[in-house]
Antibody
C-alpha cells in the first residue's frame, strides 16, 4: 500500500524557518517525482514545488521561489521542503503527493494527510 | 501561466441526479488535465487523469471528457458520498502546475 506521511509542521513567526518531511512507502520511491501542494484555510489547492525522481530537477511556484527548497533522499525514501523567510500568507496545510507514473507525469495519484503550517506572531 | 476556470462555483443537486462540472483552460492543455475530489478534512483524491482515464478504484459513475480548452467531469448518478469539492489540474505547460478554483457539489 502506497503511503505518504508528512511531518514538521507547526507554528512559526514571520521570517522564521521550518522544514517539512514526507516519508514514503509502498512503492519504488526513486522512480517517481514528488510534489508539494498547499491549501490555505478555506481556500483551494496551490502547487508549491516538484522534485524529479533523481532529485536533479526542482521547480517552484513564483510565490515561494527563492524562499523554499525541495530535496529528496532516495536512501531514506523521504522528500523535504525547507521553508525560509516565512510569511503570514504561507499559512496552509501542506501536502506531499506522488506523481502518477514514473518520471514527471504531473498528475498526483497518492497524497499524504497533510501537515499544518501556521505563520503568525 | 495557464489559468483554469471551473464552473459553476457551487452545484446543488440531489442523490440520484446527474452532475456536470466544467473546467475551461486559458489555452490548450491538449488532454493533460486531471480531476480531484476533496472532502472536508481530507487530502484530495485523484479521480480522472489525462482528461478521460479513471484512476484506480474510481467508480464507473465518474467520467471525464474534453480536449483543448474545455473539459467536463460527469457523475452519472450521485451517491451521498459524492458531495465534496472538485478541482481540475493541468500538467501540459509547467511550471507552474495549476489548479482550478474548485466546484463545491452540495446536497439540494
Amino acid at each position: 500500500e502506497v503511503q505518504l506521511l508528512e511531518s514538521g509542521g507547526g507554528l512559526v513567526q514571520p521570517g522564521g524557518s521550518l522544514r517539512l518531511s514526507c516519508a514514503a512507502s509502498g512503492f519504488t520511491f526513486s522512480n517517481y517525482g514528488v510534489g508539494w501542494v498547499r491549501q490555505a484555510p478555506g481556500k483551494g489547492l496551490e502547487w508549491v514545488s516538484i522534485v524529479t525522481d533523481n532529485g536533479e530537477r526542482t521547480e517552484y511556484a513564483d510565490s515561494v521561489k527563492g524562499r523554499f527548497t525541495t530535496s529528496r533522499d532516495n536512501s531514506k525514501n523521504t522528500v523535504y521542503l525547507q521553508m525560509n523567510s516565512l510569511r503570514v500568507e504561507d499559512t496552509a496545510v501542506y501536502y506531499c503527493a506522488k506523481c502518477k507514473t514514473p518520471g514527471l507525469a504531473l498528475h498526483f495519484d497518492h497524497w499524504g494527510q497533510g501537515t499544518l503550517v501556521t505563520v503568525s506572531s | 501561466e495557464i489559468v483554469l476556470t471551473q464552473s459553476p462555483a457551487t452545484l446543488s443537486l440531489s442523490p440520484g441526479e446527474r452532475a456536470t462540472l466544467s473546467c475551461r483552460a486559458s489555452q490548450s492543455v491538449i488532454t493533460y488535465l486531471a480531476w480531484y475530489q476533496q472532502k472536508p478534512g481530507q487530502a484530495p483524491r485523484l479521480l480522472i487523469y489525462d482528461a478521460s482515464n479513471r484512476a484506480t478504484g474510481i467508480p464507473a459513475r465518474f467520467s471525464g471528457s474534453g480536449s483543448g480548452t474545455d473539459f467536463t467531469l460527469t457523475i452519472s448518478s450521485l451517491e451521498p458520498e459524492d458531495f465534496a469539492v472538485y478541482y481540475c489540474q493541468q500538467r501540459y505547460n509547467w511550471p507552474p502546475i495549476t489548479f482550478g478554483q474548485g466546484t463545491r457539489l452540495e446536497i439540494k
